[in-house]
């Protein structure tokens, strides 16, 4: 199984303000995703992140918000944006998935803000 | 539409006693299912999963899960719990015909095991 380590591991912020998360896997992998888990909530996916394309993202979810970067196989940032107290949620990214696979998810990031 | 339903929102046990978690679902075809676990603060774990063949899956932490198709159920469960056992329990489902590869999840059932 895969490594996933995220950073932050927690953050509080202002709103208006801008927070980019760091996803590192300890290996390559083709495809990684990006959730959102709200308070008291399940995980809903915000986008798809393949290496050399453009993120795909889920309905409800908009680049201008979320934007994406894959830059290599092992490494993505996920930034919210001009963020307000609704996104306040733990941000997971996961790997895995192709053919049947699990995924596996990172430590998550705990995002407060005020 | 795909869709994972967990009716229970919490499950309590007895410690040493047996215990399910039920989960329901919706896909077109022949479904992948997933299940995971969170404890606290900290971030999914994989328990198990069904892709196909047995229809009883055998995962981590002595867990279990039986598919059956014609209720469109993937219970999970344990023979005997413990008090470690007590988490944030989430069934997913995949659609192997879907390219995206992603995950729906249920709401999760949060599994209480008292001494």
């Known amino acids: 199984s895969a490594v996933i380590s995220q950073k932050p591991s927690r953050d509080i912020c202002q709103r208006g303000t801008s927070l980019t998360i760091q996803c590192q896997v300890d290996?390559?992998?083709?495809?990684m995703f990006w959730y959102r888990q709200q308070p008291g909530q399940s995980l809903t996916l915000i986008a798809t992140?393949?290496?050399?394309?453009?993120?795909?993202?889920e309905s409800g979810f908009v680049i201008d918000k979320f934007p994406i970067s894959r830059p290599n196989l092992t490494f993505s940032t996920l930034t919210v944006s001009n963020m307000s107290p609704e996104d306040s949620s733990i941000y997971l990214c996961s790997v895995g998935g192709e053919v049947g696979a699990e995924q596996f998810f990172g430590p998550g990031t705990r995002l407060t803000v005020l | 539409a795909q869709s994972v339903a967990q009716p229970e929102d919490q499950v309590n046990v007895a410690e040493g006693n047996p215990l399910t978690v039920k989960c329901t679902y919706s896909v077109s075809g022949n479904p992948y299912l997933f299940w995971y676990v969170q404890y606290p603060n900290r971030g999914l774990q994989f328990l198990l999963k069904?892709?196909?063949?047995?229809?009883l899956v055998k995962g981590s932490y002595g867990f279990e899960a039986e598919f059956n198709k014609s209720q469109t159920s993937f219970h999970l469960k344990k023979p005997s719990a413990l008090v470690s056992d007590s988490a944030l329990y989430f069934c997913a489902v995949r659609d192997p015909v879907d390219s995206s590869y992603k995950l729906i999840f249920g709401s999760g059932t949060r599994l209480l095991v008292r001494p």
């Open positions: 290996s390559q992998v083709t495809m």
């Open positions: 069904y892709i196909t063949g047995d229809n």
């Open positions: 992140a393949n290496q050399g394309s453009e993120a795909t993202y």
